[in-house]
């Protein structure tokens, strides 16, 4: 199995941008949605990838976001990938002349397979755990059980990784990526350097053998 890719979610300063892709991180996600603490402004956006080196993937969180907001957006910042993390169709997701992925958020008894399909142009999808009211960074892990051994998409993992249980998610999942958020920080927003490094070396010393 190739290594797994690893993704810090929820950044806001340039300085934990540059700590994730030190510490080899594929990608960063920026998150477009006013109600959560780790929300950018489009100046902030801009700023971080403007400082970012080549080859880092930079990914766009948004929640429900109106085709008007969405399409101001992406005319101002440069976001290599769309990640959706609302209740949008799979024609509200397609159109915007980029990748993008679909947040699910697992509960037991869904059919996780059949949501899968429901977005045949999504480059992967993303499994998170379903809080009640919460699209995401909730800090809760799901059962991996209910994860099907078979999706028809690149499988993300999501939903309360950290440092100390990574490691175990990547060897019983053997998701194509993982994402992190709140399980590498000192505060909401505020990214811990450490903690990252311990989460991308957790995930790159469990594929090394794979």
């Known amino acids: 199995m190739s290594a797994v890719r690893s993704k810090i979610c929820g950044i806001t300063r340039i300085e934990d941008a540059l700590a994730a892709v030190e510490a080899g991180a594929d990608a960063i996600g920026l998150v477009f949605y006013a109600k959560s603490p780790r929300a950018v402004n489009v100046q902030q956006a801009r700023a971080i990838i403007k400082a ?56 037991a008894g869904d059919d996780i397979a059949a949501a899968c399909d429901a977005f045949p142009g999504a480059s ?31 499988l993300i993992l999501a939903g309360g990784l950290t440092p100390q249980n990574v490691a175990d998610a990547v060897a019983r999942v053997k998701p194509y990526a993982v994402d992190v958020s709140g399980g590498v920080e000192a505060s909401k927003g505020i990214k811990d350097h450490h903690k990252i490094r311990a989460f991308i070396n957790a995930v790159r010393g469990n594929t090394s053998s794979m």
């Open 52 to 107: 970012l080196p080549p080859f880092v993937t930079t990914v766009g969180l948004f929640v429900n976001a109106s085709r008007c907001e969405l399409g101001e957006i992406l005319d101002a910042v440069p976001l290599d990938l769309l990640q959706f993390h609302g209740d949008e169709s799979a024609e509200e997701c397609e159109g915007w002349h980029r990748p993008y992925i679909k947040a699910l958020r697992v509960k």
């Open 124 to 154: 992967g999808v993303l499994l998170d755990t379903y809080v009640e009211g919460v699209p995401g960074g909730t800090g809760e892990a799901f059962d991996w059980s209910l994860i099907p051994q078979h999706l028809s998409k690149p």
